[in-house]
């Protein structure tokens, strides 16, 4: 695996910080997973807008051979580039994000160290399918993401993705017109697989669309502020 820092002249400017002022004080890490164009990247771009303002954020990418959705966050601006680093997986998603997780670990640490008091890192899968989770020692928490285009019938193929993350996100709802998607049977189906897990539906392109998802975080960012009081 590669990890790939987006501005090499402005890492090698950034000293690394002496210490976090609480030594056990970290950064929420949070996983976005899915499969390929579930709206993984909109999302990421579209939290980091809603919530720069008032969270430190940092992200982590992956893609398999490219930094195509690091590069892409930065064309759009969404935070300073020494925020921004991308993983060259070289295989299958998954197994960096769950099984070989040493280069997103160390993209993530070298993150905390170079940038004093972050509140939040998200850390970005490449596009993967309905088996695809995090390890609990790369994230806290996990989102997965599938979109309505997809199909409706996906919360009722399961997977542990679909069943197991700490947030369902049923993406594009704009599209379900278009595609004949049953909204409200993605919701049944997504809440009886689940039971007692979130479910949020959302078009994160739209005007406050990614607010449901972006609540959810601020609530877990709380948490763990309160856990550490």
Known sequence: ???????????????????????????????????????????VAALCRRLRDTLSIAVVTNDIYTREDAEALLRQAVLPPERITAVETGACPHTAIRDDISANLEAVEDLEDRIPSLDLVLIESGGDNLTATFSRGLVDHQIFLIDVAGGDDIPRKGGPGVTAADLLVINKTDLAPHVGADLAAMERDAKAARGSLPVVLTSVKADHGVEPVADWIRRRVAEQTTARA
């Open 1 to 43: 695996m590669h990890l790939h820092h987006t501005d090499p002249a402005l890492r090698d400017g950034l000293p690394p910080a002496a210490g976090r002022p609480d030594a056990r004080r970290r950064a929420l890490r949070v996983g976005l997973g899915g499969p390929v164009g579930a709206g993984k990247t909109a999302t």
